[in-house]
């Protein structure tokens, strides 16, 4: 499977940025997905996983009411809405893909995308 992230980009604070993952190369209405963030100096954390049915979903405390994963199985494609935005959202977004429909931590998922970056000026 192969993951491509986009839409990353330069937001001021209070500002609203849509990151879309497309995927190739599997089934994509059968992967669990998730999106991911690096902030500099920090590990790796979950921001947001959706499930194989659209209703399946999680997400990090600092996020919800702001974010929203979503998935169009049509269009092999996962997407974040974010709303709202921090100074401290800013980090490297990554989507993954997970064999597993309720997979929540990242080393339950077997494949990354190279990561998109997103920054918020305050």
């Known amino acids: 499977v192969q993951l491509q992230a986009s839409g990353g980009g330069l937001v001021q604070a209070g500002g609203s940025l849509r990151l879309s993952c497309a995927a190739s190369?599997?089934?994509?209405?059968?992967?669990?997905m998730g999106w991911f963030r690096q902030a500099p100096g920090k590990e790796r954390e979950l921001v947001a996983t959706?499930?194989?049915?659209?209703?399946?979903?999680n997400y990090a405390d600092s996020v919800k009411g702001r974010f929203t994963i979503s998935r169009d199985n049509a269009k092999d494609t996962m997407y974040l809405q974010m709303n709202n935005l921090k100074p401290e959202d800013t980090a490297v977004y990554y989507c993954?893909?997970?064999?597993?429909?309720?997979?929540?931590?990242?080393?339950?998922?077997?494949?990354w995308g190279q990561g998109t970056l997103v920054t918020v000026s305050s």
């Open positions: 959706i499930g194989w049915w659209r209703t399946m979903t």
């Open positions: 993954a893909a997970s064999r597993s429909n309720t997979a929540t931590m990242s080393r339950s998922y077997d494949w």
């Open positions: 190369g599997g089934t994509f209405s059968r992967l669990g």
